[in-house]
Every structure is written in structure tokens, then in C-alpha cells.
């Protein structure tokens, strides 16, 4: 069962585009929705899980309508969206049993077995007595997912679910999110590019409401080989290299500044190729200069 989104736009009543005629057909598996904050990727997900609606366009769930038919969507449908509460006074267990009755499970025994399942499977079977007032961020996270989980959805969205981990809860979430992928639609909504390089198999890039690139990670990466080159300087020669140059990113690394450029061939002196990885696929999107059309001129300029 895929999710097939055609030509989706929103505008909010403040005059903000957030998103414009987007579309794509996203398989079963792992799906990274990458794009920095305010790009339009939650109000792709709120559509998505039936929270809005769109203002033209049209989404499908298999053969389900996602615009017209809420309540099917809904029936198979999990969302673990950027910010959500819990009751800080009830355990893990007391308030998953509570939205399994929600979700429709009102067989006690079956409710029971399902919770512990989703519990082991969330790792927080040990800790299930404990109040969630007291969880970590890491444990709430993967708190949500348990309940996102309940009823076997077909489709899984989870929004910006790592942002303000710590990197020990944030391997043990993705390591989770890496095996929920195998026979529904899970959608990674998110700004952090390595939880896309970790876990998607394809992904799509969104910036001002619009897709920029949409392509397995691996291929994208291999379409920038030889495009990329990188320099060691000093912070203040950084704005005349910008000048010069396609500067993508720059960071600081021992003091000195490295930055990455993006050309056909060696920008100048001082630059050495680099092998590329998906964040270069990111900041070259980003700038304009790789994607479906950037793509095309760099390799129009270098044969």
C-alpha cells in the first residue's frame, strides 16, 4: 500500500504558502521528508494525517482518499507529531491501555497482550510502573511511537521525532524507527540530515513549500561525485572565498573554518575533492545548485 500525493497546496489565512503543488508517490518502507524549519513539512504531515486539509490536490492511501474519506485514513493511521503531552501522574502502561481503548481495542485480554508487545518493542517494558512525569525525553519518544503503533497502522508518521535528544536516546530511537518499516509507509519528517542518511531508503527535499529533489539517498550522493570540493581557512577569508566561489556549507573544525564548495571542476587553489555524502546533497539542493535542474547546468557548464 503506497501514498500517492498529487499536486497538494496550502495557504494559510496569514498570506503564508506553505506548501505548493507537491507530489509524490512514496513506497512502503522508511521515507525521509527532509527540509530545514518552516520548509512545509509539518503541514505536509497535519494533511496527511487528516489534521487539515489542503486546498487543492489530491492524497490517496492505497486506494483510500485521504481528503474525502478521514475516518478510513484515521482507522489505519499512526502520528507521532513533533510536540505531543502525556499525563504526568499515570505510568506508561495505565496510558497506553487508555488510548488502546480509544484506538478500539476492547477485548481485555487482547489489549493486554498488545500493550506489553508494544512496550518490549519500545524498550519500555522495564520501566512501564514508572510515571511518565518522569521519563526522559528519549523514553517519551519512544513512548509516542508505542502509541502510534497501536492498531497496526499502514501508515506511520513521525515529525521531527530526535530533535532535543541526547545521542545515546537518539541511536536507541532510530535503531526503533529502523524496524517499523518493513510493511507499511513510515514518513521521517525531519531537519537532521543523518537521521535520513541512517534509516531512509528514498527521500525527498522541501524548502518554501515546495520538493527541490526527490531520490534514493545512495543515487543522489553518487550524482554529486566530483562536484565537491573542500578548503581549510580562516574564518575571515570566508567571504570573499562566497564571493568567488559556490560555497554550500562551512563549519569550524580545530579552529580554522572547512568549507565545501560545489563545482564542475577544482574552484581554485587550496581546494582537493572530497568524496560526497548526503548532507552535500542537502546544502547543494538548498542552493540551488544540484537537483533536476541545477543538476543539468553543472553538467552542461562541465561537458
Not at 499515570?90 to 480509544?102: G, N, P, R, T
Not at 548526503?278 to 546544502?283: A, H, S, T
Given at each position: 500500500m503506497g501514498l500517492?500525493?498529487?499536486n497538494v497546496s496550502k495557504k494559510y489565512a496569514n498570506g503564508v504558502q506553505a506548501l505548493h503543488n507537491v507530489s509524490l508517490d512514496i513506497p512502503p518502507g522508511m521515507y525521509g521528508l527532509l527540509g530545514p524549519n518552516g520548509?512545509?513539512?509539518s503541514t505536509l504531515m497535519r494533511t496527511l494525517a487528516t489534521l487539515q486539509e489542503p486546498d487543492a490536490g489530491e492524497i490517496h492511501l492505497g486506494d483510500i482518499d485521504v481528503v474525502n474519506q478521514k475516518e478510513a485514513v484515521r482507522q489505519t493511521l499512526g502520528?507521532?507529531?513533533?510536540?505531543?503531552?502525556?499525563y504526568p501522574k499515570?505510568?506508561?502502561?495505565?496510558?497506553?491501555?487508555?488510548?488502546?481503548?480509544?484506538?478500539?481495542l476492547t477485548n481485555r485480554a487482547e489489549r493486554r497482550a498488545t500493550t506489553e508487545a508494544l512496550l518490549r518493542q519500545t524498550n519500555l517494558w522495564d520501566k512501564r510502573k514508572q510515571k511518565l512525569g518522569g521519563y526522559s525525553g528519549g523514553m517519551k519518544q519512544r513512548f509516542g511511537v508505542a502509541v502510534a503503533l497501536l492498531g497496526n497502522p499502514q501508515l506511520l508518521i513521525v515529525d521531527e521525532p530526535t530533535a532535543g535528544l541526547d545521542p545515546a536516546e537518539r541511536v536507541r530511537f532510530l535503531n526503533l524507527l529502523s524496524e517499523l518499516g518493513e510493511n507499511s509507509v513510515v514518513i521521517l519528517s525531519t531537519h537532521i540530515v543523518e537521521d535520513v542518511a541512517e534509516l531512509c531508503t528514498r527521500m525527498a527535499i522541501i524548502n518554501k513549500g515546495q520538493i527541490l529533489l526527490e531520490a534514493q539517498p545512495l543515487e543522489a550522493v553518487a550524482a554529486l561525485k566530483g562536484y565537491i570540493w573542500r578548503k581549510l581557512t580562516d574564518k575571515s577569508a570566508l567571504p570573499a572565498l562566497e564571493q568567488e566561489h559556490q560555497i554550500i556549507s562551512a563549519k569550524l573544525l580545530s579552529g580554522r573554518t572547512l568549507v565545501h564548495a560545489y563545482s564542475p571542476e577544482r574552484p581554485g587553489n587550496g581546494f582537493d575533492a572530497v568524496e560526497p555524502d548526503?548532507?552535500?546533497?542537502?546544502?547543494s539542493t538548498m542552493a540551488g545548485c544540484f537537483g533536476p535542474t541545477g543538476q543539468q547546468q553543472a553538467e552542461g557548464q562541465a561537458r
Open positions: 500517492f500525493i498529487r520548509a512545509g513539512k502520528y507521532l507529531p513533533q510536540e505531543f503531552g502525556v499515570a505510568s506508561a502502561e495505565e496510558l497506553l491501555d487508555y488510548f488502546a481503548v480509544l484506538k478500539g548526503l548532507e552535500d546533497v542537502y546544502f
